[in-house]
């Protein structure tokens, strides 16, 4: 195992410290002005949500052209940089620039309200520099980027690397419930079930009407703006998005098709895709990794030749109260089985922490008062901590307000039916339950001509997928493949790899970062010669007898599966 490597869970307070320094050398690449892109944009758009075929309709098009204007006779908006700290709590050491941009609160309206978009930024120290790289977050909030800034800024000194905040997250005008939301509530910073009425009473009577503007396509406008407002002349651009963040950057594509250099798709959600169909995916691949413990001599010692159905018993047991030293652990109103569905769910995404699920469950079973004291040193690491201020910057009323409008069935299935079939999975996001819950009482938006469509675009993208990762069975579903096969498109899955490949993917590569981190720096430095992806071969297997100092960290005993160790 290359040395070094940890995981970057946010969650449990670790870092990839490996950061060794990528290639120096500078390809000259074929640049995209800004001046010459203002004719292929939202006009040349695919709408149909089956083949994506037809063009957007033209009193939403012809709303915003994607120029820099924030309307017609006041010329473009002004930005105001300020020094600011990287993270919220001021480390690691390291400061960026910060500004706020007021853009259009509807998109079709540039001469309306406006919306504060917050925007960070680390500018280029390199006397060669290239351009910009666009750092989008699955969760909205582009400050949960900062460490990943500050290393990426270290590892290619040459880009200006900037994370927006989604509008409706961070400090672009975040749908919050502070009283719901307050730490000294109910479920402290989480939303409880009891408290979403009084929520989404306070979301109508802030936000009123204009809640249905903070859709994903005035976020793509927002930043098909912020990109032409700050790119210089003949500049490279580059986006990075993972997760929801990957649905947003394909509406950016069917606004503007050909405006940006390339672009890198991280866990990758297609048009089309609804949060339902991601959760019984996400159950299936939690039945998968389990399965590799089955053929794991050691792991199926410990869990039997079955490991899924000793899950889904242990599950049932739980709930039944076969555990109280744990059961006391859990903070109310929720049960055994949604924070153990949580926990397995959340670590399935860290590449280290994978070989704690099976043994989770498997001192769980047994229940000894040491599995109980290795499973309580492991909660606040790993899931019941207080919440990092980064990530009281997402927001779930914003993910639940676009999940409901635009990625869920349509039309929508029985409510109380899905419930009843997603509390039965063991394996799935808590944003596709708490959908699920509310969707008859949620204010959504209509769906624009946009949504479902595909764009059509020949820019260079670099798509990397997780093997074990419910997203890849969605994108293999909606033919991702088939859509984006051009000569620079590349796409690649990654074996045994979590979600989130571009940290994630940990194998040998000549640089020492992780497979998938490997591919996007070689992406960034010429897009139009193919990354060397030998790595991809190179990944490491699943250690289902774990690492004895990561087993210390977590559980407080250097054996991952059995007590005393020292």
Not at 117 to 130: G, N, T
Not at 296 to 302: E, I, N, Y
Not at 457 to 462: G, H, I, K, S, Y
Request: glycine content about 10%; aromatic content about 8%.
């Amino acid at each position: 195992m290359a040395a070094g490597i940890w995981t970057r869970s946010v969650a449990a307070g670790f870092a990839l410290v490996c950061l060794a320094a990528c290639s120096g050398g500078e390809t000259v690449l074929g640049r995209i002005d800004a001046t010459d892109a203002a004719d292929g944009d939202e006009s040349s758009v695919e709408v149909d949500g089956d083949d994506g075929g037809g063009d957007a309709d033209a009193d939403d098009a012809a709303g915003d052209d994607g120029s820099a204007d924030a309307d017609d006779g006041g010329g473009p908006p002004v930005v105001v940089w300020e020094e600011c700290p990287l993270r919220i709590d001021g480390t690691p050491p390291g400061t960026a620039e910060c500004a706020v941009v007021e853009l259009p609160l509807n998109g079709t309206a540039p001469d309306g309200r406006t919306i504060g978009i917050r925007v960070q930024r680390v500018r280029a120290v390199s006397p060669r520099r290239k351009g910009q790289v666009w750092l989008l977050d699955g969760g909205g909030a582009g400050v949960v980027f900062g460490q990943l800034i500050q290393e990426f800024a270290s590892l290619d000194p040459r880009w200006d690397w900037y994370a927006p905040d989604h509008r409706g997250a961070g400090g672009s005008d975040r749908l919050g419930c502070p009283e719901q939301e307050d730490l000294a509530s109910e479920g402290g910073f989480e939303i409880t079930p009891s408290e979403w009425d009084g929520c989404i009473a306070h979301l109508r009577a802030t936000w009123g009407d204009d809640l249905a503007h903070y859709t994903t396509t005035n976020a793509a406008r927002d930043l098909g703006t912020l990109i032409e407002l700050l790119r210089e002349p003949g500049e490279d651009v580059f986006l990075f998005g993972h997760s929801i963040a990957t649905y947003t950057i394909f509406r950016y594509l069917q606004l503007h098709p050909d405006r940006v250099t390339g672009v890198v798709l991280d866990t990758i959600l297609p048009p089309g895709t609804t949060m339902p169909e991601v959760a019984f995916a996400d159950d299936a691949n939690g039945e998968t990794i389990f399965g590799l413990c089955g053929a794991d001599p050691l792991c199926s010692s410990k869990l039997g030749p079955d490991p899924w159905a000793t899950v889904t018993r242990v599950f049932d047991e739980l709930e039944a109260g076969s555990c109280p030293g744990f059961s006391a652990l859990l903070p109310e109103p929720w049960g055994e089985r949604w924070w153990l569905r949580r926990l397995l769910f959340g670590i399935s995404w860290e590449w280290f922490l994978r070989p704690f699920m099976p043994a989770v469950v498997y001192r769980l079973d047994r229940c000894d008062a040491a599995d109980v004291e290795a499973v309580a040193q492991m909660l606040p690491l790993v899931l019941l901590g207080p919440p990092a201020p980064e990530s009281q910057q997402i927001s779930d009323s914003l993910l639940t307000h676009v999940v409901l409008s635009e990625m869920w069935p349509e039309p929508p299935p029985d409510a109380a039916t899905l419930v009843a079939a997603l509390d039965r999975l063991l394996f799935f996001p808590d944003i596709v339950m708490q959908a699920a819950e509310k969707q008859d009482r949620w204010p959504t938006y209509e769906r624009d001509a946009y949504v479902g469509g595909w764009p059509t675009t020949e820019v260079p993208m670099l798509m990397m997928e997780g093997a074990l990762c419910g997203a890849t069975a969605v994108c293999a579903a909606h033919g991702l493949a088939d859509h984006f096969d051009g000569p620079y498109q590349y796409h690649y899955e990654l074996p045994r790899s979590p979600c989130r490949p571009l940290l994630q993917s940990v194998a040998d590569t000549p640089t020492g970062l992780p497979c998938g981190e490997d591919l996007f720096f070689q992406f960034i430095d010429n897009p139009l010669v193919e990354p060397d992806a030998s790595c991809v071969d190179e990944m490491y297997p699943l250690d289902f007898a774990g690492n004895p100092d990561h087993s210390m960290t977590i559980f407080g005993t250097s054996d991952l599966w059995e007590n005393g160790g020292t």
